[in-house]
């Protein structure tokens, strides 16, 4: 008798795995308009709308660590993670509720810190914290997380509309949550035998907010519905902006051209970069966790989405057959390629 074949997860990849597990995974109910293979679910709700779903999960000692990791502020990311996914379908997020594994070290006092960030940002941001599970945990603290939202139907941007000569815009800018993180860990290294550690952030405060406290960017869903656009496409930038590309060409089957001296990088970013022998463009292709939105949008609305004043465009999509690439200013073309985890 012959051993099943071993597969190991870091063969696959995060979104390999993902295809792997869900490659089956057809929807039979008329109700889901669009099931695995987005930021979010989307369900019918009536003639004209539709109901957004997203689900995320944190992992202590994976997503955060709390040595340094303030709960009031974890609480606030947890709601971020999932108002990012349902705003990247063009959606408003209304519901959220928040499902915890806990360990016996956690206090009722750090709860109600972890709960104070979330009430927070929901409050922040208009959704109503609607429930949720609390059960004990042997491996730390586990955040789980299901958003719901609302949109018209016709005004949903999946991962799939991308159309050749559409504008790549991103809003904000990239590698600064990175950025944050490597200095807290440097830090953190640093200062593991001292008794009273006093860390080096002065000056790099806003690199730490990015990264602890990031803002889920409705103020552009509320921007484009003013305007009257809708996106082609459009995913959220957690995972790095070369990852998001991506998976935009995938779903969309195209290409792409991202124009390297078009990426938004914050000048806080760039020093610390070159002061931790880093390059900020790096960080930008494939730190993640900055929760800023890429949209892709026709030629002809150059003029209407630059008015909005909140974004950038960064390259435009291409015919499938000539691949993803990114451009340097001396005209060399880069193959992007996702990171995603590893084991």
Known sequence: MHDKKRTEIAELGEFGLIDCLTRSAAADNESTLKGVGDDAA?????????????TDALLEGVD??????????LGYKAVTVGASDILAMNALPEQIMISLGVSSKMSVEALKDLYEGIEFACKELGIDLAGGDTRASMTGLTIGITTIGRARRKAISYRGGAQFNDLICITGNLGAAYMGLQLLEREKRVLADVENPEPQFAGHEYLLQRYLKPRARKDIIEALAEEKIVPTSMIDISDGLASEVLQICKASKCGARIYLDRIPIAKQTTALAEEMHADPVVAALN?????????TVPLAMQEQVMRLGLVDVV????????????VTPDGSDIKLRAQGFKE
Do not use: Q
């Open 287 to 295: 730190g993640g966790e900055d929760y800023e939105l890429m949209f």
């Open 315 to 326: 390259g435009h999509i291409t015919r499938e057959s000539t691949g993803a690439y990114l």
């Open 42 to 54: 989307v369900i019918a709700a009536g003639r004209n709308d539709a109901i957004v779903v997203s």
């Open 64 to 73: 955060f660590d709390l040595t340094y990791f303030p709960l009031k502020h």
